[in-house]
Nanobody, 123 residues
Framework: QVQVVESGGGLVQPGGSLRLSCTASGSISSIGTMGWYRQAPGKQREVVATITYDGDTNYVPSVKGRFTISRDNAKNTVYLQMNSLNPEDTAVYYC?????????????????WGQGTRVTVSA
């Protein structure tokens, strides 16, 4: 009922930058905190950064000072500006959000995971 589409990934050299986007569309009543997550090969998915509706942000220590999360509430979109990328940032990046989704009688409060967007940092 709600589609999540991540984009912006790709292959980048160490030290480079990428900007990820994620848009949710469909049966959305409200969206609260949005976040970016990543899953590196052979590792569990981890949270990278979160942003509340009002713009308060949190980052995992390994990306603090290099990544910036932002959102456009009117577009149900969250962004992740990634600078000074290093090989340890290689992963599939996903977004998710809390909120009120679905239709009367079939509401849910957490989005299903999308397909993600792959980020590869390599020389």
């Amino acid at each position: 009922q709600v589609q999540v589409v991540e984009s912006g990934g790709g292959l980048v050299q160490p030290g480079g930058s990428l900007r990820l986007s994620c848009t949710a569309s469909g049966s959305i009543s409200s969206i609260g905190t949005m976040g970016w997550y990543r899953q590196a090969p052979g590792k569990q998915r981890e949270v990278v950064a979160t942003i509340t509706y009002d713009g308060d942000t949190n980052y995992v220590p390994s990306v603090k000072g290099r990544f910036t999360i932002s959102r456009d509430n009117a577009k149900n979109t969250v962004y992740l500006q990634m600078n000074s990328l290093n090989p340890e940032d290689t992963a599939v990046y996903y977004c998710n959000a809390d909120g009120l989704f679905g239709t009367p009688g079939n509401y849910y409060y957490r989005l299903d995971w999308g397909q993600g967007t792959r980020v590869t940092v390599s020389a």
